[in-house]
């Protein structure tokens, strides 16, 4: 299903990241991928076609949201276990942007910036000294609503290791257990092409935060089919500007 662009970048996704890979080569397959796949031209291609209602605009958007921080996720390619290409828009003013919590994720993955600026910073858990912070382990609920589930694990100790600056044409990927946290305040939009690479995918996350109690769920609202299809072509009218 889905026109040409569609189908090509299904058929990259499939041929680099389906087979059993050790996670540093999944790591490296996927930052080469995503370089390929976010370069403005092709990522441009790609989301004016499902803006046009090319690939699952039904399944893709009961996948894709708002996030709380602020920014806006959209699924652009579903590979089911294997993988996930999404489309990431951080928006200057709307939500609350800024640095979100602590975490790590489920499986490798790789971001290419597309346009805008990140920063990230990397962490590591020490015995003392660091950061102080409140651990949560996320989960997904298991109902069709699949909301995060939070549940308390202890206080904890997190030491900063590494701060970086990536801008438009950047790329990194990252094993699964990495703790990080990303944030952007540039005015202008930024735009990131992240990508879930599936394989061996972990049953929770580990959420760290010094900002206080979190709340036990935190509800996913996905978009209507039309709202995911006017976010694909708003993205698809920013990628031309």
Same mark, same amino acid.
């Given at each position: 299903?889905?026109?040409?662009?569609?189908?090509?970048?299904?058929?990259?996704?499939?041929?680099?990241?389906?087979?059993?890979?050790?996670?540093?080569?999944?790591?490296?397959? &996927?930052?080469?991928?995503?370089?390929?796949? !976010?370069?403005?031209?092709?990522? @441009?291609?790609?989301? +004016? %076609?499902? *803006?046009? =209602?090319?690939?699952?605009?039904?399944?893709?958007?009961?996948?894709?949201?708002?996030?709380?921080?602020?920014?806006?996720?959209?699924?652009?390619?579903?590979?089911?276990?294997?993988?996930?290409?999404?489309?990431?828009?951080?928006?200057?003013?709307?939500?609350?942007?800024?640095?979100?919590?602590?975490?790590?994720?489920?499986?490798?993955?790789?971001?290419?910036?597309?346009?805008?600026?990140?920063?990230?910073?990397?962490?590591?858990?020490?015995?003392?000294?660091?950061?102080?912070?409140?651990?949560?382990?996320?989960?997904?609920?298991?109902?069709?609503? &699949?909301?995060?589930?939070?549940?308390?694990? !202890?206080?904890?100790?997190?030491? @900063?290791?590494?701060? +970086? %600056?990536? *801008?438009? =044409?950047?790329?990194?990927?990252?094993?699964?257990?990495?703790?990080?946290?990303?944030?952007?305040?540039?005015?202008?939009?930024?735009?990131?092409?992240?990508?879930?690479?599936?394989?061996?995918?972990?049953?929770?996350?580990?959420?760290?935060?010094?900002?206080?109690?979190?709340?036990?769920?935190?509800?996913?609202?996905?978009?209507?089919?039309?709202?995911?299809?006017?976010?694909?072509?708003?993205?698809?009218?920013?990628?031309?500007?």
């Amino acid at each position: 299903m889905g026109g040409r662009q569609v189908q090509a970048a299904r058929r990259l996704l499939a041929e680099a990241l389906d087979g059993e890979l050790p996670e540093h080569e999944r790591v490296l397959a &996927a930052r080469t991928v995503i370089a390929e796949l !976010g370069s403005p031209d092709r990522l @441009l291609e790609l989301t +004016a %076609e499902l *803006a046009s =209602g090319e690939g699952d605009p039904e399944g893709c958007a009961r996948l894709s949201y708002r996030h709380v921080l602020g920014f806006d996720k959209l699924l652009l390619i579903d590979g089911g276990p294997h993988h996930m290409l999404r489309a990431h828009l951080w928006h200057a003013g709307r939500g609350a942007v800024g640095k979100e919590d602590i975490h790590n994720h489920r499986s490798p993955l790789a971001s290419y910036v597309v346009r805008g600026r990140l920063t990230m910073e990397l962490y590591a858990p020490v015995p003392d000294g660091g950061v102080e912070a409140d651990r949560y382990q996320e989960s997904l609920s298991p109902d069709e609503s &699949a909301d995060w589930l939070l549940e308390p694990a !202890g206080p904890s100790r997190l030491h @900063l290791t590494h701060v +970086a %600056e990536y *801008a438009a =044409g950047s790329t990194y990927a990252l094993p699964a257990n990495t703790l990080h946290r990303a944030w952007t305040e540039t005015a202008e939009p930024t735009v990131t092409l992240f990508l879930e690479t599936g394989s061996g995918r972990r049953r929770h996350t580990d959420v760290f935060t010094a900002a206080g109690p979190h709340p036990g769920a935190v509800p996913k609202v996905p978009l209507r089919v039309e709202e995911y299809l006017s976010e694909l072509a708003a993205l698809a009218e920013l990628l031309r500007s």
